[in-house]
């Protein structure tokens, strides 16, 4: 199959991966995905859901956002800890661009024949705290989740020790930060308890499950970049 040479040059050091057309194609959809699933996210945490059958409390996106960890991890194993930490911090300005651009959409003037101003407006109003916690949060998990990630593959060279380790330092680290930074002060302290516990619970399971599948990932780049 075809080969595609891919340059990165976010570093001081000049990257150069050799890789398939369809693994490129797959590196594609892995950062569009990341990219995706953060934003996506944010809006689906506007909404505090009941989890069935354990009956406890937490914001909707947690359906999605326990997988861009693993997804960062298979990033981090392609591109290495630089690249990857490029995309974390990327990802997070696309998100303030969100935020700019709500803003601007929420103040423009409606039409005489749009009657939803009112709803809309209270509908995305409460992005703005729920967002800023999500972008503190995000980003340093992440960032962190690349530390840990990178630091503990350098030490035992596998990257499934690499994956439980940083994700679940990562998790506990993105459930407590953005629960208290979007709710404090709104919800009562029983409750902030039982998101953070559920959410970080959460994420750590999907990591679990999910590692055996991060290990079978190539690793494209030097190990003295991961």
Request: proline content about 3%; overall charge positive; glycine content about 4%.
């Amino acid at each position: 199959s075809r080969v595609v040479y891919c340059f990165f040059d976010v570093s001081k050091k000049r990257m150069k991966l050799k890789i398939k057309d369809k693994e490129f194609k797959v590196l594609i959809f892995v950062i569009a995905s990341y990219v995706a699933i953060q934003i996506f996210s944010d809006f689906l945490g506007l909404k505090i859901i009941n989890i069935p059958v354990i009956n406890l409390s937490a914001t909707a996106g947690i359906i999605l956002y326990p997988l861009t960890f693993t997804i960062r991890d298979i990033a981090h194993k392609i591109l290495g800890k630089t690249n990857v930490s490029y995309l974390v911090v990327s990802t997070v300005v696309l998100n303030i661009l969100m935020i700019a651009l709500l803003y601007v959409v929420i103040n423009l003037p409606p039409s005489n024949h749009w009657e939803l101003q009112e709803s809309f407006r209270a509908v995305f109003l409460p992005v703005w705290r729920i967002t800023l916690a999500s972008l503190i949060a995000e980003l340093f998990s992440q960032l962190v989740d690349t530390f840990l990630f990178s630091y503990i593959f350098q030490k035992t060279k596998s990257s499934s020790y690499a994956v439980l380790g940083s994700n679940i330092v990562g998790s506990i680290c993105d459930s407590g930060l953005f629960v208290i930074v979007a709710f404090i002060g709104s919800l009562n302290y029983g409750i902030l308890v039982e998101m953070i516990v559920v959410q970080t619970i959460i994420k750590i399971f999907v990591s679990l499950v999910l590692a055996p599948f991060v290990g079978k990932v190539p690793i494209l780049v030097e190990e003295d970049q991961i």
